[in-house]
């Protein structure tokens, strides 16, 4: 069935670092690709998606592109910030259904 | 928009008793899911609905867990015979429907069965 495996964390990083968050997807179809992320205390918001192959999704200085070729879709940031410490949740829809990773904890420190 | 709203935002129950959550969603938004989030993990599919109609349903899921969205608005979410192994977020999410619609989610209530 259709799945999303993304990197396990914690990930810890020093305020400026660059961020790569590795997701890999199976799916049968043509899914739609999302990263979420969840703030301390907060609920899940969607940051960025993209719904077609080679589509690149970007918000708040991070990026995701999606690679068919790789069934990936990988999120990056080239400075990170101690507001970026979240829970970071890839997903993918396919149909009517919608699929998440297990999550991965980023830590910026100052 | 007020957002996706549940309540109670906390659940403390003994072990057999039944519970049952709200969710208001986004009014504009015909899809409602319900997902269930442990410690660690992703948000896990439970059901969801368009309009009122349950159109799936989680294999996982056991008959101690039912949900309605009557007249397609707000749904609720009951568990009967609550047990330890229920204890975890519950989540629930709305969207319009379509190819590519995020989901928007609300703050969760958090069960915890003693």
């Known amino acids: 069935g259709d799945s999303v495996t993304q990197m396990e964390g914690p990930v810890t990083l020093s305020e400026e670092a660059c961020l790569t968050i590795?997701?890999?997807?199976?799916?049968?179809?043509?899914?739609?690709l999302f990263w979420y992320v969840q703030y301390p205390g907060e609920g899940l918001q969607l940051l960025l998606k993209?719904?077609?192959?080679?589509d690149k999704g970007s918000n708040k200085g991070f990026e995701a592109t999606y690679r068919k070729e790789t069934t990936s879709f990988h999120l990056e940031k080239g400075s990170v910030q101690v507001s970026d410490s979240a829970v970071y949740f890839c997903?993918?829809?396919?149909?009517?259904?919608?699929?998440f990773g297990t999550g991965t904890s980023l830590t910026v420190i100052p | 928009d007020t957002g996706v709203s549940q309540d109670p935002r906390h659940k403390i129950t003994k072990r057999g008793q039944n519970v049952t959550f709200r969710c208001d969603p986004i009014?504009?938004?015909?899809?409602l899911y319900w997902y269930r989030q442990t410690l660690g993990q992703g948000p896990e599919f439970l059901t969801y609905?368009?309009?009122?109609?349950?159109?799936?349903k989680s294999r996982l899921l056991s008959d101690r867990f039912s949900a309605e969205r009557p007249k397609g608005s707000f749904s609720t979410l009951e568990i009967q015979r609550t047990e330890q192994g229920d204890s975890a977020m519950y989540l629930c999410?709305?969207?319009?429907?379509?190819?590519?619609?995020?989901?928007?989610f609300g703050s969760g209530t958090q069960l915890s069965v003693l």
């Open positions: 999410a709305s969207s319009f429907s379509g190819v590519g619609e995020k989901l928007f």
């Open positions: 609905f368009q309009n009122e109609a349950q159109l799936e």
């Open positions: 993209a719904t077609k192959a080679d």
């Open positions: 009014s504009e938004h015909n899809r």
């Open positions: 997903a993918l829809s396919s149909g009517n259904q919608f699929y």
């Open positions: 590795n997701c890999t997807y199976t799916a049968t179809g043509y899914p739609s």
